[in-house]
């Protein structure tokens, strides 16, 4: 079964990165697109952009270009969202989500979220 | 920027029929999406296209969406169904979420 296992939880001061990863078992990673979507606590979902693991291709909107950076290692199944210069608004639950072969679809499965929590 | 309204809590009585709406400017000519988070866990997808139920997801699930409004119905909700529900669509390349609504069954 489709299975997306996040890594653990990060504690960052203003101003730094962090970088999320995401290992993805049950399904071909290159076959499908990987979006990641943030919570922060209390409130909503927020998409923060989608990779193509096939072609490295990414989409990100306005809010998070030139901060966020999504890449991924094939050959460990693993996707990877970088967020930089973090501020304390950026203290949220982050998600990877499966995608379909298109990338304007659905989110089918989610990883188990990892908490990032900015503080100084 | 493209936005999605949705209700903030919904009330409906154990096996009684639930209905979620989510409105946005012409939503009825995208998908809709929607999803179903429990306190503490991760998303999960309960329709797709507008009306389609994944595998897995219980027949009192359906969806609909015309003209600037899509709606989720529960059908006989048991209490199980208690969470938060988020519309989702795309536009412009972004995809765009309500902003929750939260169901009670009481």
């Given amino acids: 079964q489709v299975q997306l296992v996040q890594s653990g939880a ?28 943030r919570q922060a606590p209390g409130q909503g979902l927020e998409w923060m952009g989608w990779i193509n693991p096939n ?34 608004d950026d203290t949220a639950v982050y998600f990877c989500a499966k995608g379909e072969v298109v990338a304007s679809g659905y989110f089918d499965s989610w990883g188990q979220g990892t908490l990032v929590t900015v503080s100084s | 920027s493209y936005e999605m309204t949705q209700p903030p809590s919904v009330s409906v009585s154990p096996g009684e029929t639930a209905s979620i709406t989510c409105s946005g400017d012409k939503l ?11 306190p503490g866990q ?9 009306a389609k139920r994944p595998s897995g997801i219980p027949e009192r699930f359906s969806g609909s969406n015309s003209g600037n409004t899509a709606t989720l119905t529960i059908s006989g909700t048991p209490p199980m169904d ?25």
């Fill in chain 1, 10 to 37: 990060e504690v960052k001061k203003p101003g730094a990165s962090v970088k999320v990863s995401c290992k993805a078992s049950g399904y071909t990673l290159t076959g499908y697109y990987m979006h990641w979507v």
């Fill in chain 1, 55 to 88: 072609t490295g291709d990414t989409n990100y909107p306005q809010k998070f270009q030139g901060r966020v950076t999504m890449t991924r290692d094939t050959s460990i199944s693993t996707a990877y969202m970088e967020l930089s210069r973090l501020r304390s």
């Fill in chain 2, 28 to 38: 009825g000519d995208k998908y809709a999406f929607w999803y179903q988070q429990k």
């Fill in chain 2, 42 to 50: 991760s998303p999960v997808l309960v329709i797709y296209q507008d």
């Fill in chain 2, 82 to 106: 208690e969470a938060d529900y988020y519309c989702q669509a795309w536009d412009s390349n972004t995809a765009v979420f309500g902003g929750g609504t939260k169901l009670t069954v009481l």
